[in-house]
Structures are given as structure tokens and as C-alpha cells.
């Protein structure tokens, strides 16, 4: 066992962990803290796979935003964001299931481990000079892929939007809900005819 | 034997195995939340997959340039995709995925 070998397994290990972690948890919260392991894990693989940058943004975009937004809206919900039990799957059905599921997981290894790159038998090649590094990727980013990385903000910006326009609530409704009255209603004490136009205080005759 | 993480197969392996977790706890899940977290865990797996390739085949950058782009995608699918969930559940007062079922009747 290198140094290499015992980093590889403690990130597949967080990985693993943590996405076992993120489908088995109850609690939201603790789902969220499984897919920040799992994130995390993975940085520390790109450390290894030689590609700096991209680990730097994964930490950043994944761990620093993402995992924060699945916080703040578990918080939002708050207990409303459990899952309710559902205890209505027979034993036999459990079991199956189960094998089903290792089943899967197990097939998939298994022909995952049979992919080898013919021209290398899947061994890592020796690397150029600034693999990986921030100006390597940046001048592929801003040359090859500029016309996919300007849409990528037109894509951003759109998402931001939608979102933006998705989840408020509209204006009036937020005034409403709470007391199902209008502005007239709590101003002048009911609707406004339009003879009160001149004084719209004065409801009371005797004035 | 050749030590760990010297070759491409551990990646593929690692990432098969987050991939098939992470699809697997989609379809079994029923908390919309937690399901969003499941593609994540898939988009992280294929993300994987993009960077060791390209560190099998290190003469350009695409693998990792693809991965940047996946990662620029799923921050605004995620930007979405919460907004979508806080309304349903405005809607509905649930985050059950049992319970988005308005268009069935």
C-alpha cells in the first residue's frame, strides 16, 4: 500500500459512505450532509486524477453552494421535509427488493471492472507539463469551447430567473392570506364606493 | 501487484458504483428532496468518469472542460429544481412525490 492507494480508498470510502448515507437517512438534513461527504470525496479523487481546477470548483459550486441551497430549503420546510413512513411493503416484498437492488449494483461492477482502454491496458500515461492546472483548462475553456461556455451563462442566468419566477409567491396573495382583506378594508373599514370618492373617510353619515 | 489508483478501472468501478446507488435511491425514495440529491450523486458519478478518462488519454482537456459544463448545468438544475419542490409544495403542503398527482385525475 502508497500514500496514493490509502488516499484513493479513504476518498472512495467518504464517497460510498456518503451516498449510502444520502439514500438511507430519514432526515433530510443528515441526506444532505451524506451528499457533502460524498462531494468532498470526490474532490479529493480529482486531487489524484491530476485536475486541480476542477476540484477547486467542485468544492466551491457543489459543497459551497448547492449542498447550502438543499440546506436552506430542508430549514424553509422545516419538519414538513421528513418523509413519511410508508409500512405497507410486505417482508417478502422487502427482501426481494433488496436482492433486486445488490443484484444491480453487483452487475454494474462487475462489467465496470471489465472496461480497459486497449492502448494502454487502462494504466495512467506519464502526463504533459501543466495538466490540469487553472491555465491549461482555461485556455481549452476560452478557445475550443468558448461558444459552449458563453451559452453556459445564458443558461445560468435563464435557470436564476425561472427559479426566481417559480418560487415567489405573487404579491397581492401574500398580502391577502393572512386576513383575506384588501387595502380598502383596512383603510377606510370596506369596499370604496365611488360616492365616497370626495371623502373617503367619512363612512359615518352624521359627519 | 500494482498499487491502487494507478489505473482507469478503480475509477470506473467507483464511479458504476455511486451511479447505481444514486439511481437506485431515486426510485426508491419518495421525499422530493432526496431525490434531487440522488441526481447529484449521478451527475458527480459521470463527472468522475469524464476526469479519468481524460487522465487515460491526457493529450487535450475535453474530459475536463465536459465536467466543468456538467457542473455549470447541474448548479442551475438544482437552482430549478428547488424552486419547483418549494412550490409543489405550496401547493400541496407535502414534499411526498406520491402526492405530485394533480394531472393523473
Redesign the interface.
Known amino acids: 500500500?502508497?500514500i496514493?492507494?490509502i488516499?484513493?480508498?479513504l476518498c472512495?470510502i467518504a464517497?460510498?459512505a456518503g451516498?449510502?448515507i444520502?439514500?438511507v437517512?430519514r432526515n433530510?438534513i443528515r441526506?444532505?450532509l451524506?451528499?457533502l461527504l460524498?462531494?468532498v470525496g470526490?474532490a479529493g479523487?480529482?486531487l489524484?486524477?491530476?485536475?486541480q481546477?476542477?476540484a477547486a470548483?467542485?468544492v466551491i459550486?457543489?459543497a459551497g453552494?448547492?449542498v447550502i441551497?438543499?440546506v436552506f430549503?430542508?430549514m424553509?420546510?422545516g419538519a414538513?421535509?421528513m418523509?413519511?413512513p410508508?409500512g405497507n411493503r410486505s417482508p417478502v416484498a422487502r427482501i426481494a427488493?433488496g436482492f433486486g437492488?445488490a443484484a444491480?449494483?453487483l452487475f454494474?461492477?462487475y462489467?465496470?471492472?471489465q472496461?480497459?482502454?486497449p492502448t494502454?491496458?487502462?494504466?495512467?500515461?506519464a502526463?504533459?507539463e501543466d495538466?490540469?492546472s487553472v491555465k491549461?483548462?482555461g485556455?481549452?475553456?476560452f478557445s475550443?469551447?468558448l461558444a459552449?461556455?458563453e451559452l453556459?451563462t445564458a443558461?445560468?442566468i435563464?435557470?436564476?430567473i425561472?427559479?426566481?419566477a417559480?418560487?415567489r409567491?405573487g404579491h397581492k396573495k401574500a398580502v391577502l392570506a393572512p386576513n383575506n382583506l384588501t387595502s380598502a378594508h383596512r383603510f377606510f373599514g370596506g369596499p370604496v364606493e365611488p360616492r365616497d370618492a370626495v371623502h373617503p373617510i367619512a363612512k359615518d353619515p352624521t359627519l | 501487484m500494482t498499487p491502487l489508483s494507478y489505473h482507469v478501472q478503480e475509477y470506473v468501478l467507483l464511479a458504476a458504483l455511486l451511479f447505481s446507488i444514486g439511481a437506485l435511491g431515486f426510485l426508491i425514495r419518495r421525499n422530493v428532496l432526496i431525490q434531487l440529491m440522488c441526481v447529484e450523486i449521478m451527475l458527480n458519478a459521470t463527472n468522475l468518469l469524464l476526469v479519468a478518462f481524460n487522465r487515460l488519454y491526457p493529450s487535450s482537456m475535453t474530459g475536463q472542460v465536459f465536467a466543468f459544463f456538467v457542473i455549470a448545468v447541474a448548479a442551475a438544475e438544482a437552482a430549478v429544481g428547488l424552486a419547483i419542490i418549494l412550490g409543489f409544495y405550496r401547493l400541496r403542503n407535502s414534499v411526498h412525490s406520491d402526492d405530485a398527482d394533480i394531472l393523473r385525475h
Open positions: 500500500m502508497t496514493g492507494s488516499y484513493f480508498f472512495a464517497c460510498i451516498a449510502l444520502t439514500v437517512a433530510p441526506g444532505a451524506g451528499l460524498t462531494i470526490i479523487m480529482y489524484k486524477l491530476h485536475a481546477f476542477l470548483v467542485q459550486v457543489y453552494a448547492i441551497l438543499f430549503v430542508l424553509l420546510l414538513d421535509a418523509e413519511r410508508t427488493g437492488i444491480i449494483v454494474t461492477a462489467r465496470a471492472i472496461v480497459y482502454s494502454t491496458n487502462g494504466h495512467f500515461p502526463l504533459p495538466f490540469g491549461s483548462v485556455k481549452q475553456l475550443e469551447a459552449p461556455f453556459s443558461l445560468l435563464v435557470a436564476v425561472g427559479a426566481i417559480v418560487a409567491t
